[in-house]
């Protein structure tokens, strides 16, 4: 399995932005990488890559391949591919993925379990 790194992602580098003045309930459903700056609420469930800005505040059930968060989430997370915490994330959930990296200063609340990404049949 590859290594997991922090990385630094420029904005132009994802499909959609939900913006800091954006306030959206309901569910999402994406395949390209989908970031939130604002707030959401409700139910997540992606092919794609979520990322979560600083300031952002997302209360959600969290499923995708991978979420790499600098804001709060409020809720359970299943990653496909790994997750990824930076110093000011905040997480109250619990989570369930293959690989994860916390950097210091993160607040994690939660239960986590690490199970090994299914490897595809020959």
């Known amino acids: 399995m590859p290594d997991m790194r922090m990385t630094n992602l420029e904005e132009n580098e994802i499909d ?10 309901g569910s999402l459903s994406f395949v390209k990488p989908l970031m939130i700056k604002g ?6 469930k ?7 800005g600083e300031g952002a ?3 959600a059930k ?7 968060s600098r804001g ?8 496909h591919s790994g997750v990824e915490l930076f110093s000011t ?18 607040r994690f ?9 299914e490897k595809p049949e020959k």
């Open 16 to 25: 959609t932005i939900l913006a800091e003045d954006i306030d959206f309930s």
């Open 39 to 44: 707030k959401f609420q409700g139910e997540i």
């Open 46 to 52: 992606a092919e794609g890559d979520l990322y979560v």
């Open 57 to 59: 505040v997302v209360e």
């Open 62 to 68: 969290i499923e995708a391949n991978m979420i790499s």
């Open 72 to 79: 709060r989430i409020k809720g359970d997370i299943l990653a």
């Open 89 to 106: 994330a905040r997480v109250d959930g619990d989570i369930t993925t293959p690989d994860l990296v916390i950097e210091s200063g993160c």
């Open 109 to 117: 609340n939660g239960l986590c379990r690490m199970e090994e990404k």
